[in-house]
């Protein structure tokens, strides 16, 4: 079971760092993701990282901006957001795919947190 928080409000130029945490499960064998899901929209992976954190993944709409991270010890995965903008507002996913699996689409993650919400006001 995976665990998203951290979500929250925002003013726009700030930061929120996420956290997805899992129980009865370790993540290190599992790449990861962080999706969003804003109203009326298509839910889209916004960054990735794969199990070892040697690769990772962000959308153009976020590079240079979000910062991915993995601490397997820990079993969680982060998700630092900076200079927020009030078109990230939306609904926050992490979840995870078996590390065999090669694709980094929406189907190929099996599980999938609860969600947390980010609003970034203007």
């Known amino acids: 079971q995976l665990q998203a928080c951290g979500g929250g409000l925002v003013q726009a130029g700030g930061s929120l760092r996420l956290s997805c945490a899992a129980s009865?499960?370790?993540?290190?064998?599992?790449?990861m993701g962080w999706f969003r899901q804003a109203p009326g929209k298509e839910r889209e992976l916004v960054a990735a990282i794969s199990w070892s954190g040697g690769y990772t993944y962000y959308a153009d709409s976020v590079k240079g901006r979000f910062t991915i991270s993995r601490d397997n010890a820990k079993n969680t995965v982060y998700l630092q957001m900076s200079s927020l903008k009030p078109e990230d507002t939306a609904v926050y996913y992490c979840?995870?795919?078996?590390?065999?699996?090669?694709?980094?689409?929406?189907?190929?993650?099996?599980?999938w947190g609860q969600g947390t919400q980010v609003t970034v006001s203007s």
């Open positions: 009865g499960r370790t993540l290190s064998s599992y790449d």
């Open positions: 979840a995870a795919k078996w590390r065999s699996i090669r694709g980094w689409s929406l189907g190929d993650f099996g599980s």
